[in-house]
């Protein structure tokens, strides 16, 4: 069992940034990858990022794509999240998740764990 601690979410005006970090409890040598997702009022949840763990491979939604940058430090079992020129539309809760990997896994799921998520508010 994989226990995941988002952090780092916050208030923040648009254009600014955030680093929000998730930190996993056990050692990662069984995952495949680690994710990030987020989900709006009203709005289902949505991918926005993730990483090959032990690798470089990274995907991102076009939302995201030139503004986000997903990374690890494997030493401290920890995934990463810089938002940078953060919008108003980027306001969600945000959600890490780990994926132990199986056959036909790819970096967009399915995942397998998943924390408790960080708010992340950007005002206009």
């Known amino acids: 069992q994989v226990q995941l601690v988002e952090s780092g979410g916050g208030l923040v005006q648009a254009g600014g940034s955030l680093r929000l970090s998730c930190a996993a409890s056990e050692r990662t040598f069984n995952i495949y990858a680690m994710g990030w997702f987020r989900q709006a009022p009203g709005k289902e949840r949505e991918f926005v990022a993730a990483i090959r763990w032990g690798g470089s491979a990274t995907i991102y939604s076009d939302s995201v794509k030139g503004r986000f940058t997903i990374s690890t430090d494997n030493d401290k079992n920890t995934v990463y999240l810089q938002m940078n020129s953060l919008k108003p539309e980027d306001t969600a809760v945000y959600y890490c998740?780990?994926?132990?990997?199986?056959?036909?896994?790819?970096?967009?799921?399915?995942?397998?764990?998943w924390g408790q998520g960080t708010q992340v508010t950007v005002s206009s």
């Open positions: 998740a780990a994926s132990v990997g199986r056959f036909g896994s790819s970096l967009y799921g399915p995942y397998d764990y």
